[in-house]
């Protein structure tokens, strides 16, 4: 009974020892790791404040920028705090780059992302605000991470893609360069003096909004048959008001050729998309450039 009993009072004097050398150090490691998390907050915040008053830095990089210097805060802290209780951080550093490869094993498809992520936000094939159509999906980009897109379609719905799927499959950019085609079919008599009809309709082109001087709108016969002549407009805008462009000269070019006479009547007005194999599709071989 006299051994048992010391033996209980020298672990209990061992468990004293323990816990008044360890706690401190515990309770200072969990005050650093509570200050390192509000400072990368903190941080954050002050990252998103600082680069939302930045116009050079593209907003595109924005969310990249603010995660990597979050998590690098979080990594020093988590290693000061490992130290404090009296862990190795060389050998830490080993055992977590062996769990790191397993994990990296098990997760190819996350880190497929993580890749895809960064030639996405390297080569930059789309900015914030650009219209794409990707994988059967379209919608205006709204956000760029590591690991996924996030776009809002035309209806306002919300949709995340992951990064893998977008890198891997052919991409439409709808406001990348800096100008589309509207292209309109306007079937009328072909008895009608084709010059007046011609500048009527250049005239409404001119003063339809977002429509681009340069290369300027054109008018040519398309075709002649069955009493009917097809007379084709073509102008470039602006590529975010192209469907607004679009509807209006439909609307406007009706009532201007009406106010011509009745022989002037349009029968039909179609708007029409050229072919590929067309090059009044491309801006007469000049490359527009993103706008900034």
């Not at 780059?97 to 960064?118: H, V, W």
Request: glycine share 6%.
């Amino acid at each position: 009974m006299d051994f048992n009993a010391q033996h209980l009072t020298h672990l209990a004097d061992l468990a004293w020892v323990w816990a008044a050398q360890f706690l401190p150090r515990l309770g200072a490691a969990a005050l650093i790791l509570a200050v390192g998390f509000v400072a990368a907050r903190w941080l954050s915040r002050a990252m998103n404040a600082a680069l939302a008053r930045a116009p050079q830095v593209d907003h595109t990089l924005h969310p990249l920028l603010v995660s990597v210097a979050r998590y690098t805060v979080l990594i020093l802290v988590a290693i000061v705090a490992l130290r404090q209780i009296g862990f190795e951080t060389s050998s830490l550093l080993a055992v977590v780059g062996a769990a790191g490869l397993a994990i990296g094993l098990a997760l190819q498809g996350t880190l497929s992302n993580i890749a895809a992520g960064i030639m996405l936000l390297w080569l930059r094939p789309f900015h914030v605000g650009d219209f794409i159509d990707v994988a059967g999906r379209s919608g205006a980009v709204e956000q760029v991470s590591l690991f996924t897109t996030r776009l809002r379609t035309y209806d306002g719905l919300f949709l995340m893609m992951p990064n893998s799927a977008i890198w891997n499959t052919a991409l439409t950019n709808y406001t990348r360069n800096g100008g589309r085609l509207v292209c309109i079919n306007v079937a009328v008599p072909a008895t009608v003096d084709l010059d007046q009809a011609r500048q009527r309709l250049l005239e409404v082109a001119a003063r339809t909004p977002s429509t681009l001087r340069d290369p300027p709108p054109v008018v040519f016969v398309d075709n002649v048959a069955a009493g009917a002549m097809v007379l084709t407009l073509r102008i470039w805008t602006e590529p975010q008001g192209a469907g607004a462009v679009a509807r209006a000269i439909v609307e406007a070019t009706k009532r201007s050729l009406e106010t011509l006479g009745e022989k002037f009547t349009p029968t039909q007005i179609v708007r029409q998309t050229p072919p590929d194999t067309d090059p009044s599709r491309y801006l007469e071989g000049r490359a527009p450039v993103h706008a900034a």
